[in-house]
């Protein structure tokens, strides 16, 4: 047999019996070069990893060596779990509650979902028409993956929850960002979605209470919303709304899936995470027409099987802690006046009163970008927030700070003051 034989399994054999430096160098010659010719998944490799993911171990790091560090960067409570909702759980583990369940999830919590959307949201989905999910991105990603086709275009509104354009290109489809404007207080305007259209628009997302700015819909903004629609009737909605329950000064969401012209083209997606402080539970869920929810099953049993039982379990308990829930709303209040209050006394920093959701959208006066402004606040003023650009947030330079606890709020306007006044803007 030559050397030089290109044949893998006869190659393998002949350097099993020739044990030697030749041989060996040879071999990693010849494994080298295979390994140049491998290819990989290029839609998946041409996709950027999550801005907010990629930026935590840095910051997680540094705390380790520094305790002063403020991390305000993370995108989830910082309560426990309701009681009653973990009792459950672990009840339904010792009775053997760790099977197989029914693909679409189980029937109870489906039904307690499809009344809750009913009677809440005004949005009268079958049981049979919603599937619970691990988690509300998954959620998101079961819906694009079930309408979209290559080609297709999908709107989402700037600035946005970094997923959306990402898993639209997982999904085959194209992100088109429309990029609201701060100085306009982030309106949707129809002139705006008018000029993101085009035949192959398939999919427009749509995310209220709104991740990062904490806006919700404005009547004018549903206006818009469904003056497009109704000049667009083959696009399709999917409506992000896992902050619905953390609203202030008693404020009212509006579901774009109660409006009877609309329902049967608007995808709900929703989670447990945020309102009943459950994300590592991984229970989210969507509800959409017939025909979807079919496709979407498809997919389901051939990726996830089911969501965990015993989990579903638990959230279908926790869906009735609503003290709990209004116990972290009003909590989450309060910290949102502290950071209003003492923000007005930093010059060159402005913060509007978000409506829900629980993050500080705040705006620099600086000519510095928001990648830049970000790293200089860890390093310098040690506190850790999402650069603004990451949301699609080119215009001005915005950085997303969640409300931490209340100390850590205090701590970080104190640092935030001091970096401001030794020129941290300049």
Same mark, same amino acid.
């Given at each position: 047999?030559? %050397?030089? !034989? ?39 490799? /041409? =996709? ?25 960067? *993370? ?13 459950? &759980? ?34 009268? +989905? ?5 599937? =619970? ?17 290559? /080609? ?19 999904? /085959?489809?194209?992100?088109? *960002?429309?990029?609201?404007? +701060?100085?306009?207080?982030?309106? =949707? ?15 427009? %997302? ?17 206006? *818009?919303?469904? *003056? #497009?629609?109704?000049?667009?009737? !083959? ?12 609203? +202030?000064?008693?404020?009212? %969401? ?9 329902? !049967?083209?608007?995808?709900? &997606? ?9 994300? /590592?539970?991984? %229970?989210?869920? =969507? ?22 039982? #015993? ?11 609503? !003290? ?66 990451? +949301? ?35």
């Amino acid at each position: 047999m030559k %050397v030089n !034989d290109k044949n893998n399994l006869q190659y393998h054999a002949f350097c099993r019996l020739n044990h030697n430096k030749i041989s060996i160098k040879m071999y990693g010659r010849y494994h080298k070069k295979e390994t140049k010719k491998m290819k990989y998944n290029k839609q998946v490799m /041409g =996709i950027a990893p999550s801005k907010s993911v990629a930026m935590l171990p840095k910051v997680q790091k540094m705390q380790k060596t520094d305790p002063e560090i403020i991390n305000m960067m *993370a995108g989830e409570p910082d309560f426990d779990s309701s009681k009653p909702a973990c009792e459950e &759980v672990t009840q339904q583990l010792m009775a053997g509650y760790n099977h197989y369940t029914e693909a679409k999830g189980n029937q109870d919590l489906r039904d307690a979902i499809a009344k809750k959307l009913k009677d809440e949201n005004n949005a009268p +989905y079958s049981a049979d028409h919603i599937l =619970i999910t691990p988690g509300g991105k998954y959620a998101v990603y079961l819906a694009m993956q079930a309408l979209l086709n290559p /080609g297709d275009e999908v709107i989402w509104l700037t600035p946005g929850w970094v997923s959306y354009p990402s898993i639209t290109q997982l999904c /085959g489809g194209t992100p088109v *960002a429309v990029h609201l404007k +701060y100085d306009e207080d982030y309106a =949707i305007t129809y002139e705006a979605l008018e000029a993101a259209a085009s035949p192959n628009t398939k999919l427009l %997302v749509i995310n209220y209470p709104n991740n990062p700015t904490g806006k919700i819909l404005s009547e004018r903004d549903l206006e *818009a919303l469904t *003056a #497009f629609l109704r000049n667009h009737p !083959d696009v399709f909605v999917l409506s992000d709304e896992v902050y619905e329950k953390i609203v +202030y000064d008693d404020r009212k %969401v509006v579901s774009i899936a109660s409006y009877p012209e609309f329902f !049967d083209r608007v995808i709900v &997606v929703n989670s447990f995470s945020k309102a009943f402080a459950m994300t /590592g539970w991984r %229970v989210g869920y =969507i509800a959409c027409n017939a025909e979807i929810a079919d496709i979407a099953l498809k997919i389901f049993q051939h990726t996830i099987s089911c969501t965990s039982g #015993f989990l579903q379990k638990g959230a279908l308990t926790a869906l009735s802690c609503t !003290d709990k829930t209004e116990e972290m709303r009003r909590e989450f209040e309060h910290r949102r006046d502290i950071f209003l209050a003492g923000i007005q006394d930093i010059p060159g920093v402005e913060l509007k009163a978000p409506e829900g959701a629980f993050y500080a959208w705040v705006r620099f006066d600086t000519k510095k970008s928001s990648a830049r402004l970000a790293e200089e606040l860890l390093e310098k003023a040690k506190i850790a927030g999402l650069p603004g650009n990451a +949301y699609g947030e080119e215009e001005k330079c915005c950085i997303r700070f969640s409300f931490a606890s209340e100390e850590e709020i205090r701590a970080m306007l104190r640092n935030l003051k001091r970096f401001v006044a030794e020129g941290g803007l300049e």
